[in-house]
């Protein structure tokens, strides 16, 4: 015992201290130069380069250390440095070490995750051991609480790390990794039960890593070897003959055409495994049908068998466990295996391998192997291979089962594909005879609007004679002072017969515009660009002719004395939202505002409400129509004091004012569309209607006008009698 102590003592001497991390860097250093060139031979990655990361990181840690040795060389107490960065160092590299040891274990996530664990214990304890070291020099830490939780962390890190390594199947590292990773767990163990007092530093932990670190360099330098490009010659055979056999298995996936595709696989397999024959069998419902078979005395390959799995007990266990089996001669009594090997071409039963082929803890279906009599109970050389062969066959299955899906998808899509082109022609053919049919309606509507249009344009020229003669009719007066008096009969029929042609007039132009109407509707059939605009077009002349000749009616009606008022109270509030509604569009067309200036305790005035709202509207819709674009219109009511018993309203354009010389011709209407018109207005058969109603309601008009500026137009209306 006390030999074992001078031992311990031994390994926490300075001078071994030295010698130690030497080794261990040395030992790093190895392992980093026998994964290089494993990786080198190999020519692949995985667990050579991790054995990389793992060495490589574990160097730097041993730097990290040497540097602490030479900081606490430079005036600190002994042990002030190097007992927890040690116990850091060390968990961090034998966690990385584990992981590469582990292959195919956990990602690169688990050993940075236990780094970064490490790091945060150690920047959380290690200040306050500096604290003590620095005020007690004779403190020691391998009493401290932190020691016993490094010890305890160790100790469950390599009992984790060597039970893994332990339980990999296949194992990506020879068995001298776990037993390294033990003998660390063990030293953990004789630190905690018998730690060495004294001293700052954990000697059962370093014995264990003495012993450990061989044992990894030896582990690496037999995956090395076995890595070498000098293999055997039975293993380069093994690589072609499985090379040529996953050919065979692509070439089955490949071959369409072929009854059999399995047949050279199956062949191969046979010669491989030194079988008399083999057959698969896929599984549906408690039967096992074949869809491929080979053996030496099978004249030819065949998927004529079914077995019926309840007659198979150990068939049916390898499809439960989803395990393969071997069943010797002696444990295929009955006549079913009789038959089964009969159904191969063999009189003697031989042993028997079933392996279940799963692929995503799904049974397709089961692998027979028969080998022969000859070989006894003695199983297969390599039952591995089997199972290997089996996952590949399976997964070829798989892949087999889904292309015949997907051609009978294929074969689906086609015929879905010749009934949607098929669609396409029927449609492509009625779209053709619609779209005839239509071209012939547009050609009969056309033909239409063209017969309305020339319609249109004999009213029009009927309207424009009309006006001539209304024309000439208000210049009869004036021709009246120089020359004969005509007879009063003859002027008064010829009256008679202008308004009963104007009447007449207005049936036909009903119906054009409701047959318009119609077609702008697409009542009767749909119609293109051109065709729309023409019917606006014509639309809108209908309309103005509609108007001239309701205005010259009316005109003729005030002329007359035909024209019925009825006058009473009436606001002039009412009438004139009206006419500020109606005129609405031109106003906003031409960008046109309207000003008012209008007192809320306007008082009645007595006037027909017809009247009124007619008035406003031709006032309003002349300054509209001859006002600049953008500018205002200003409407004003007023009373004056010294004329208490009527209402003055005006309208100001911005028309840029009348000349003097036509003012007085401000008020007679004007039809012809030659007669040149009076600048600063712009209607002037609205101003005559408008002046007749005013003087037929008692009242007076009148304009005002300022040249470059504008005109305003004045009316003076009795109020109603209270």
Not at 188 to 215: C, D, E, K, V
Not at 307 to 325: F, M, N, V, W
Not at 403 to 425: D, F, G, K, N, Y
Not at 518 to 541: D, K, P, Y
């Amino acid at each position: 015992m006390e030999g074992i102590q001078a031992l311990m003592r031994g390994l926490t001497e300075a001078s071994a201290s030295l010698f130690y991390h030497l080794l261990v860097g040395l030992a790093l250093e190895g392992l980093l130069l026998m994964a290089l060139d494993l990786r080198r031979r190999s020519g692949r990655g995985g667990l050579a380069d991790r054995l990389m990361v793992a060495a490589g990181l574990g160097l730097m840690g041993r730097l990290i250390l040497f540097g602490a040795a030479f900081g606490e060389t430079r005036g600190l107490p002994p042990g002030t440095l190097l007992p927890p960065l040690e116990r850091a160092v060390d968990l961090a590299t034998w966690g990385w070490l584990g992981w590469a040891m582990a292959g195919a274990g956990p990602g690169l996530w688990a050993p940075a995750l236990h780094t970064v664990l490490v790091l945060g214990a150690y920047g959380a304890t290690a200040p306050a051991w500096w604290s003590i070291a620095l005020q007690d020099p004779t403190a020691v830490y391998v009493t401290t609480p932190p020691e016993r939780a490094w010890t305890l962390w160790a100790l469950g890190l390599n009992l984790a790390i060597g039970g893994l390594l332990l339980s990999q199947r296949p194992r990506r590292f020879p068995t001298s990794g776990a037993l390294g990773f033990s003998l660390l767990a063990l030293g953990a163990l004789l630190q905690l039960n018998a730690p060495l007092l004294g001293t700052h530093l954990s000697p059962w932990i370093r014995l264990g890593a003495l012993a450990a670190y061989p044992l990894w360099l030896a582990g690496t330098y037999q995956l090395a070897l076995d890595g070498a490009w000098g293999r055997p010659s039975a293993m380069r055979q093994a690589a072609s003959a499985w090379l040529a056999w996953t050919a065979s298995l692509l070439q089955a996936l490949q071959d369409r055409e072929v009854s059999d595709p399995f047949r050279e696989a199956l062949r191969m397999a046979r010669e491989w495994l030194g079988a008399r024959w083999t057959g698969i069998g896929l599984l549906q419902e408690d039967h096992l049908v074949f869809i491929a078979r080979e053996g030496e005395n099978l004249p030819r390959a065949g998927s004529d068998l079914v077995l019926t799995l309840s007659e198979y007990p150990r068939c049916q266990e390898a499809i439960d466990q989803r395990r393969g089996d071997f069943m010797t001669p002696a444990d295929q009594a009955g006549e079913a295996f009789l038959r089964l090997w009969q159904a191969f071409g063999m009189e003697r039963i031989g042993s028997l391998q079933v392996e279940p082929l799963v692929v995503s803890d799904q049974v397709l279906g089961l692998w027979l192997i028969g080998y022969p009599p000859e070989a006894g109970k003695s199983c297969p050389p390599d039952p591995g291979l089997a199972r290997e062969m089996a996952g590949a066959l399976a997964r070829t299955l798989c892949l087999f089962r889904e292309r015949e899906r997907l051609t009978r998808l294929e074969a689906a899509l086609q015929a879905l594909e010749q009934e949607r082109q098929e669609t396409i022609r029927q449609l492509e053919a009625r779209l053709e005879e619609e779209r005839r049919s239509l071209q012939r309606e547009i050609h009969r509507w056309a033909t239409r609007a063209a017969e309305a249009e020339e319609e249109w344009e004999r009213w029009r020229r009927r309207a424009e004679e009309l006006a001539q003669l209304l024309e000439a009719q208000a210049a009869l007066p004036v021709a009246a002072a120089s020359v004969k008096e005509t007879p009063s009969g003859s002027g008064e029929e010829r009256d008679g017969l202008v308004l009963a042609l104007l009447q007449e007039l207005r049936t036909p132009l009903t119906a054009i515009l409701g047959y318009t109407d119609l077609l702008l509707g697409e009542a009767v059939g749909i119609l293109g660009a051109t065709q729309r605009q023409f019917l606006l077009r014509i639309r809108a002349n209908i309309e103005r002719m509609a108007g001239l000749i309701r205005e010259t009616l009316q005109i003729a009606a005030l002329e007359a004395g035909s024209y019925r008022l009825e006058p009473g109270p009436l606001r002039l509030e009412e009438v004139r939202d009206e006419a500020l509604q109606q005129l609405q569009p031109v106003l906003q067309e031409r960008g046109l505002r309207v000003e008012m200036e209008w007192p809320e305790d306007l008082p009645p005035v007595r006037l027909d409400r017809d009247a009124g709202q007619q008035i406003l509207y031709h006032l309003l819709n002349n300054a509209a129509l001859c006002s600049r674009p953008g500018t205002a219109i200003v409407l004003r009511a007023r009373r004056n004091p010294s004329i208490p018993d009527v209402l003055f309203l005006s309208v100001r354009d911005t028309g840029g004012g009348i000349p003097v010389e036509e003012i007085p011709r401000v008020f007679v209407p004007r039809y012809r569309a030659t007669t040149p018109l009076i600048p600063g207005v712009g209607d002037s058969i609205g101003l005559s209607i408008a002046r007749a109603l005013v003087e037929a309601s008692g009242g007076r008009i009148w304009v005002e006008s300022e040249p470059g500026v504008g005109s305003t137009f004045t009316v003076v209306l009795p109020l109603a009698v209270s």
